[in-house]
């Protein structure tokens, strides 16, 4: 999988948007960038993956530089509920896993 | 919305026993995987399984570690020994059978205490 490197940690205030980025600087034309979270204990939770177009669901939206160097996931409006740590994965085709990093834990502020 | 089911929530056994992790995965999946995390650690990869058989294993998975899919409907992870660093949180997930498309629904997990 290509290296994914995120902040440790980030705070956003309820209601506001969460901007999350991501650096896979390593990833190579058709590996595709996930994003997973997972909140608490839970088990991980898909939300959006993209290739190179910015890419949009019920959950987020996903833009990715031209480069494909990096990429930033965005919860709009973001509700307490939305707490947990995020990954930015970066498969490398044809593998069978997921190999997940540390992520970025988003702490909604009311 | 389809869900990957597990059972039990949460397993007390005494080292040594043997455990079954039980999962239903969502029935037009294809590729079935188990994730373990221990706790404050991160979610490590420990198998998949296509077509009746692994296709790829973490170092983790070892000897102790099984896996079958017994019926068209249950995916289960054995542990034949269980040792005190086997406890963990055990998330089972299936995906489509597209083989690019890592959109992975996991289960809400087994919380497996070794005493």
């Known amino acids: 999988d290509a290296k994914t490197t995120q902040p440790p940690s980030m705070d956003c205030a309820e209601g506001r948007a969460a901007n999350l980025p991501c650096n896979h600087s390593t990833i190579s034309g058709n590996e595709y960038v996930y994003w997973y979270r997972q909140i608490h204990s839970q088990g991980p939770q898909y939300i959006i993956h993209?290739?190179?177009n910015n890419e949009t669901n019920e959950m987020a939206s996903l833009i990715i530089t031209e480069d494909r160097k990096s990429s930033t996931l965005i919860l709009p409006h973001a509700t307490l509920r939305d707490t947990a740590v995020y990954y930015c994965?970066?498969?490398?085709?044809?593998?069978?896993?997921?190999?997940f990093g540390t992520g970025t834990r988003l702490t909604i502020i009311p | 919305e389809p869900e990957v089911t597990q059972t039990p929530s949460h397993q007390v056994t005494q080292m040594g026993q043997e455990v079954i992790l039980r999962c239903v995965p969502i029935?037009?999946?294809?590729?079935f995987y188990w994730y373990r995390q221990i706790l404050g650690q991160k979610v490590e990869f420990l198998v998949s399984?296509?077509?009746?058989?692994?296709?790829?294993k973490s170092e983790i998975f070892d000897d102790q570690f099984s896996v079958e899919r017994p019926d068209g409907s249950n995916f289960t992870l054995k542990i034949r020994s269980t040792k005190l660093e086997d406890s963990a949180m055990y998330f089972c997930?299936?995906?489509?059978?597209?083989?690019?498309?890592?959109?992975?629904?996991f289960g809400s997990g087994t919380r497996l205490t070794v005493v």
């Open positions: 029935s037009n999946h294809l590729y």
């Open positions: 997930a299936s995906r489509p059978r597209d083989r690019g498309n890592y959109g992975y629904t």
């Open positions: 399984f296509y077509n009746n058989e692994i296709s790829e």
């Open positions: 994965i970066a498969p490398n085709f044809g593998n069978e896993k997921l190999t």
């Open positions: 993209g290739l190179k």
